[in-house]
């Protein structure tokens, strides 16, 4: 994405810029067409557009434009609960449309100069340019009455849509001022609201997409449905890295509904009017894989040479103090090795893509994450300007980081396929459940050791961390903004920046470019593995000083204020320090982790009971989360709970395995996802505060692998250094 | 042709017999709110009521439900069980993604017809079948409690 060139606006030659273009008009409701008789216009336009983020129209809706994708997180909500405060809309008249694939006017402002969601930012980049689309409509709103009225815009109020000057008893609703507004010039500069002033912002203000997702209404990429449209479902290689040698599609042809077999980069796809014919046209197919090229090597065979590279000193990514002259006088030192797996994102709706190919330009329908970086791919692939790629972004059933491609490859198969058969037909790709789960891009698998130097006297002297395992950016276009003198960011996020005073501190990391499965971000990156060995460590070290594992993470963290506060607030609602209620003989344990990622801070306590067996049984978890600005609290809380189920299905099970190089689990038989028998009692605590707002989708994921660890050893004394865990070590 | 009830409606498909229901629903009649997410009967994306029962749309051939009452998300609310449901899901906003929530809501409503005061229990009992990678459970849970009494 680097070599996309894009010119920054200010906000004036925004606003300006997208205030044009207004369409033509229909029946005009007496009171507008008035007004704009009496201004001596045309009646040519239909809704009031005052920037590229709102559009209102006659009939009173207010529409917010979402740039980022709606994957669950709550972002549509989010984005029309700042825009719609400022701008004192009736939240039950407020909907939400997704916006187009530019760049220019919908970059991410976190990303630079490209449009896409992910890394927790969508609140973060959108709270101010919202919040000001907001007040900008506002005012003109104002503006319009104030002429109407003949009355000063300082008497004029604006509430629930409706705009009111009550010493002249006028009043006028958002649809009835939209066309006069319309006229308005865009101020230079608009008055936001004070904190105090909110009416949504940290307020309940219920999800726009809970109606259509429980009616069957709300539409996916799965159900896209095109005139002529084609199904295709591919056969892909078995082996990273594999190739077609040859295929016979003779069967595959003859099965009913099949109209067509090509062959693609990716492997060989078959096409058919319907998703069952084609799969059955799939199933048929027989494929010779040239496997020379492939990359061959298992799960325990990549671990090994981890193992065998961490006996090394890998590239400084951080160091603080002397490491090696407080390891020399420690009085005792501790160490410890951590494993962590590939994982897959398994969304529930497996990956898909729709592409109609013409002449000059192609559409795109899509859980669009990554717009401009697939709009680009497109483009390149096609021959065509980025503008001639039209992208609609649609509901994406889960991502978890999967869809933001980081070379858009699912995207390329579906482009791939549509343009093989001369753009003749739509053509909607649908992986199957084990063409998702099979087709790598999981999050790294990683080896981590730790160390830590002793005083006699009970304190924390030193820390050592090393890291092995891939880099994530590294072949992308963030590579250059993320990788730094061999140091992947995302490889090494959660261990550089630990807050606690340790006043001789390093971080290593080896970054192996040999192994060919292909890696991407899963739900809180680099944090997923580094918050679960720091946080089960520092357990470690304060059972070996005999401290209090809160009391001593509170003494490290003198001078982080918002990680202390967090972890008073999640333990003092959990209760810490008073006896947990346990039948005689059952064990059980509370533990305690906490981790800043994305800019936000997370505690999280958790209670578990171990059964004889050794199976764990998550029973509560206490969440304290502090995310600057709550927008909307109700979705902060369903955040985390989610972060919660997630997580706990990585500490249990998650585990994609290699053998020989080849995937071993294809479905959710194989790779199973917590149920909700085994979903934890939630309860989410949000600390109040006036700073911006940070991400919340990703940050509840990291503490808790390491706060069920944690409980796990309080109720055990067994520290499990691997995800998932081994249960089978609790049994007695 | 097969005929097929579905939703108190009647469809012709043209379609083999030992296509799954599934797809039927989906591709065929365009009832897309019956979702895929595995195809063998582990996730209960695809779940719709035949007769009231609540079946894996996707491992049913659509020839065993020739002749039965098919019910899907899209009919949910013409039944004062499915609407309650509907309602329950929407006041405690329940969704994230929202793809698994079709088939939640089509076994939530198999167990409140059946029992319309369900324990946590039951609760885990009747929904154990339906995955959601969101994790929105805890607030699924609640949706039942809430459903269950405003049925009361």
Known sequence: MNETVIQNFSRRQFLQGTAAGLTLGFCLPGFAANLLAKAGQAPTITDFEPNAFLRIGTDNSVIVIAKHLEMGQGSYTGLATILADELDADWSLVRVESAPADARRYNNLLWGAAQGTGGSTAMANSWMQMRQAGATGRAMLVAAAAKHWKVDTGGITVRDGVVAHAASGHKATFGELALAAAQESVPAEVQLKEPKEFRLIGKRAPRKDSAAKTDGSAIYTQDVFLPDMLVAVVAHPPLFGAKVRSFDARRARSVKGVVDVVQIPQGVAVLAHDTWSAKKGRDALSVEWDESGAFKLGSSEILARYRELAKTEGAIAKVEGDTAQAFAGAARTLYAEYEFPYLAHAPMEPLNCVIRLGTDGCEVWNGEQMNTGDQYALAGLFGFKPEQVKINMLYAGGSFGRRAGKDSDYVLEAAHIVKAIKGRAPVKLVWLREDDMRAGYYRPLFFHTLEAALDGHGALLGWHHRLVGQSIMAGSAFAKAMVKDGIDATSIEGAVNLPYTIPNFKVDLHTPVDIGVPVLWWRSVGSSHTAFSTETFLDEVAASLGKDPVALRLELLKDHPRHAGVLQLAAEKAGWGQPLKAEPGVRRGRGVALHESFNSYVAEVAEVTVAKDGSVKVDRVVCAVDCGTAINPDNIRSQLEGAVGFALTASLYGEITLEGGRVKQGNYDGYPLLRINEMPKVEVHIVESANAPTGIGEPGVPPLAPAVANAIAAATGKRLRRLPFDTTELAV | ?152
């Not at chain 2, 019910?71 to 004062?80: F, W, Y």
């Open chain 2, 1 to 152: 042709m097969i005929k097929l009830n579905v939703n108190g409606t009647t469809h012709q498909a043209d379609v083999n017999p030992d296509t799954p229901l599934l797809w039927v629903l989906r591709d065929t009649l365009h009832l897309t709110g019956t979702k895929y997410g595995c195809g063998i009967a582990q996730c209960g994306a695809c779940t719709v009521h035949l007769d009231g029962t609540p079946v894996r749309s996707c491992i049913t051939p659509v020839s065993s439900a020739v002749g039965h009452k098919i019910t899907t998300v899209e009919g949910i609310d013409a039944d004062r069980v499915g609407k309650a449901v509907q309602e329950a899901w929407r006041r405690l906003d329940v969704v994230q993604c929202g793809y698994c929530q079709s088939g939640q809501m089509m076994s939530a409503v198999v167990l409140l017809t059946e029992n319309r005061k369900p324990s946590d229990a039951d609760i885990d009992d009747a929904m154990a079948g339906n995955l959601c990678r969101c994790a929105t459970y805890q607030r699924i849970r609640a949706a039942i409690h809430e459903a269950a009494r405003s049925l009361a």
